[in-house]
């Protein structure tokens, strides 16, 4: 047999089960096979993903923290079925966070990061450009870079409390057929040049203010009963 070669590269991390866990509940939650509002069975949860009950309590608690799950202590636990009212808060509230970590990586960034977010930007106007969907792992990943040259813990924290709610929402209006085209490739258009311009103030104004454009998607989303105007709780 072919002996095996050794490598000078580090081995690649090892990720912690319930990593792994919350990962592929995210992944359900995002793309509908799991339901907003849908209550959680652990039982048929360990079933399903082939792991102790342990993990799956530990992801779980991780959505919980995210607002992606509502947990009531031996009555439920559910996906969140938000109000629009809770939508609309949900994007303004995502939106001052994402402004405040852009704004104070601006100056921090490299060259090579500057870069790397301006081509991230310059393929999400392309792709709204065609009406066609941004490429989300490489938006993720701008952000990640935007956080760490941002140096601050605090930010970092408030980004992970809050990114993946929005993240959720607004993912499952556009499956539904809904997102502000015009206004994300304007705003995407001011951004890049923003950026190229090492103008902070000007990032986060835009960042900050950008939900205030989406006034008609807001109504298309609301009149189509994804997000209701009255809760749909017990």
């Given amino acids: 047999m072919p002996i095996p070669q050794t490598s000078d ?19 359900a939650i995002m793309d509908g096979t799991v339901e907003l509002g849908e209550r959680l069975n652990d039982d048929e949860l360990v ?41 609309v808060d949900t994007v303004e509230i995502g939106y001052q966070v994402w402004a405040m970590s852009a704004e104070r990586a601006t100056p921090a960034l490299t060259d090579q990061q500057l870069s790397t977010v301006l081509g991230v930007l310059d393929a999400r106007v392309a792709a709204f450009e065609k009406r066609e969907p941004e490429d989300a792992v490489a938006l993720d990943a701008m952000n990640e870079l935007l956080l ?31 997102f502000p085209w015009d206004a994300a490739l304007t705003f995407s258009r001011d951004l890049r040049t923003a950026f190229a311009d090492r103008d902070a103030t000007e990032v986060g ?17 609301e009149a189509s009963g994804l997000y209701p105007v009255e809760s749909r709780r017990p």
Avoid: C, H
Avoid at 61 to 82: C, F, G, H, S
Avoid at 153 to 172: F, H, I, N, Y
């Fill in 148 to 178: 760490s040259a941002a140096g601050s813990p605090s930010l970092v924290r408030l980004s992970l409390a809050s990114g993946p709610r929005l993240l959720l929402l607004v993912r499952r209006a556009f499956a539904a057929g809904f």
């Fill in 47 to 87: 079933a399903w993903l082939g792991v102790s009950r342990t993990p799956v309590r530990e992801a779980i608690a991780k959505l919980a923290d995210q607002a992606i799950v509502d947990i009531e202590a031996n009555r439920y636990t559910r996906i969140v079925a938000p109000t629009m009212a809770e939508f």
């Fill in 205 to 221: 104004r835009l960042i900050r203010t950008q939900p205030e454009s989406w006034t008609e998607f807001f109504s298309d989303v």
């Fill in 9 to 27: 590269a580090p081995p690649a991390p090892r990720r912690l089960l319930r990593d792994v866990v919350y990962d592929k509940l995210f992944v």
